[in-house]
């Protein structure tokens, strides 16, 4: 009688195990509906105020390995940062600050300009504009500018905010760097996350319509599949897309988790950009 009994719960603990598997496959590999081009982009919401410069600690190159650039820091750093800009551009007010602040705590950061010049504006159609910005066609422009600081012997890592976090995606493909974080992604798929080939942070926000916490999950169970990968995924509460440096300054709690995220990339390259 005990060993029906045994065995009947150990049939029960297998079956669930089983459905946990299959549950867990199938949320993989479902298909997840995302807000078309046609409609209101969220990645286009609260534009920076690009007349909110303040002081800026770095300075602007011309020409920085073949891009313009915002540059701060000491070059002498042995490990750099770059940050790959949102639908905005380089020039970004808070997107310079964090380039400042992460400076600040002994980094080279380099913001280049991936959008050649030319960064979303309002009165613009988005479905024109994304046809000439392409994230493969930026990696090609970057790779030199990474190519040159590694050669002075500097770790490199990657932060890509939205649009630019396709970016790091697809650099992440390669061997070109050591590290990348994203943050509030913009076009990164699933399948994105089956060829990452180095330590990848995924940042996310509970409100965000287009990476919603459903697919950032679906990021963290493809990641989960490479054990040779160390992998980060977080959903930072109550806030929506571009939380991590189109913020509301005026908002306490807002600000609190763009200095929450900020804090989390850094720790991140600390812990891999190591020589």
Same mark, same amino acid.
């Given at each position: 009688? %005990? ?19 299959? #549950? ?11 807000? #078309?081009? #046609? ?107 990474? %190519? ?62 287009? #990476? ?64």
């Amino acid at each position: 009688m %005990a060993r029906r009994a045994t065995a009947s719960l150990l049939l029960i603990v297998l079956l669930a195990a089983a459905a946990t598997v299959s #549950s867990e496959a199938e949320e993989l590999t479902a298909p997840l509906l995302l807000p #078309s081009a #046609s409609s209101r982009h969220p990645c286009l919401d609260n534009p920076p105020d690009m007349t909110d410069t303040g002081a800026e600690a770095g300075r602007a190159a011309r020409d920085f390995h073949g891009l313009e650039a915002y540059l701060a820091g000491s070059s002498r750093a042995r490990r750099a940062v770059i940050l790959g800009s949102d639908y905005f551009g380089f020039q970004a007010p808070k997107l310079r600050k964090i380039a400042d602040q992460v400076a600040a705590l002994g980094y080279y950061v380099v913001v280049p300009d991936l959008l050649h010049g030319d960064p979303f504006k309002d009165g613009v159609s988005y479905e024109e504009w994304i046809k000439t910005h392409s994230p493969a066609d930026a990696v090609e422009k970057v790779k030199p500018l990474i %190519a040159a600081l590694k050669k002075e012997g500097k770790t490199v890592g990657f932060g890509g905010y939205c649009w630019g976090s396709k970016v790091a995606v697809e650099l992440v493909k390669t061997t070109e760097i050591q590290a990348v974080v994203i943050s509030h992604p913009s076009r990164v798929t699933v399948d994105d996350m089956k060829e990452i080939k180095c330590p990848i942070e995924v940042l996310g926000g509970e409100f965000d319509v287009f #990476s919603p916490p459903k697919l950032v999950h679906q990021f963290e169970l493809a990641l989960e599949q490479n054990k040779a990968i160390d992998h980060f995924v977080k959903i930072f509460p109550r806030v929506s897309h571009g939380f991590a440096c189109r913020y509301d300054s005026s908002d306490p709690f807002a600000v609190e988790t763009a200095e929450a995220a900020r804090k989390d990339m850094v720790r991140w390259f600390s812990k891999h950009l190591k020589h």
